[in-house]
T-cell receptor, first 112, second 116 residues
């Protein structure tokens, strides 16, 4: 069955520290992969997406993600976290951009 | 670009009433719109997919007579929760996608629905 796993429910980091949010997927075909961020009480904002090509994808707000087919992973990274990055992060997978399957999310807390 | 507006952002109503939520694509033509439901501290669950001018496709377990979806134009889709009950209280989020292949979904800010 198709699924997305975000193993970390809650992550806390200090401002300025590096960040990596994990995402593993189970998918039969080559997936379309996405990372979205959600601030409290708001909708989702697209951080970055991977369809094909270069497996290291650059997104907005200084985020990047790397697609590793052998590990079925699409981890999100940021070299230096800002307090404004505190939010909920969702990884999503699909066979196109229509029927997306979302992970359960990782809540990021940033300490000053 | 790719802005999706959702209205209202918050609504409280009595049990038994119907509530309409609007989703508009402001700067692009949304051939496909999606409606999601999100319970507190949980992920998004797709409720239905609608294509402009066609009937919506509902996911398994979603009552189509309960959640009426209309996508009459390329910039507007509406979700009507009919005869709402407290168990329908949730955060409803819409998203929209343009016609060009490979376009990602762009999300509205959501509507928090509370049924008393």
């Amino acid at each position: 069955a198709q699924s997305v796993t975000q193993p970390d429910i809650h992550i806390t980091v200090s401002e300025g520290a590096s960040l990596e949010l994990r995402c593993n997927y189970s998918y039969g075909a080559t997936p379309y992969l996405f990372w979205y961020v959600q601030s409290p009480g708001q909708g989702l904002q697209l951080l970055l997406k991977y369809f094909s090509g270069d497996t290291l994808v650059q997104g907005i707000k200084g985020f990047e993600a790397e697609f590793k087919r052998s590990q079925s992973s699409f981890n999100l990274r940021k070299p230096s976290v800002h307090w404004s990055d505190a939010a909920e992060y969702f990884c999503a997978v699909g066979d196109n951009t229509d029927k997306l399957i979302f992970g359960t999310g990782t809540r990021l807390q940033v300490f000053p | 670009g790719a802005v999706v507006s959702q209205h209202p952002s918050w609504v409280i109503c009595k049990s038994g009433t119907s509530v309409k939520i609007e989703c508009r694509s402001l700067d692009f033509q949304a051939t496909t719109m999606f409606w999601y439901r999100q319970f507190p501290k949980q992920s998004l669950m797709l409720m239905a997919t609608s294509n402009e001018g066609s009937k919506a496709t509902y996911e398994q377990g979603v009552e189509k007579d309960k959640f009426l979806i209309n996508h009459a134009s390329l910039t507007l889709s509406t979700l009507t929760v009919t005869s709402a009950h407290p168990e329908d209280s949730s955060f409803y989020i819409c998203s929209a996608r343009g016609a060009v292949g490979g376009q990602p979904q762009h999300f509205g800010d959501g509507t928090r629905l509370s049924i008393l």
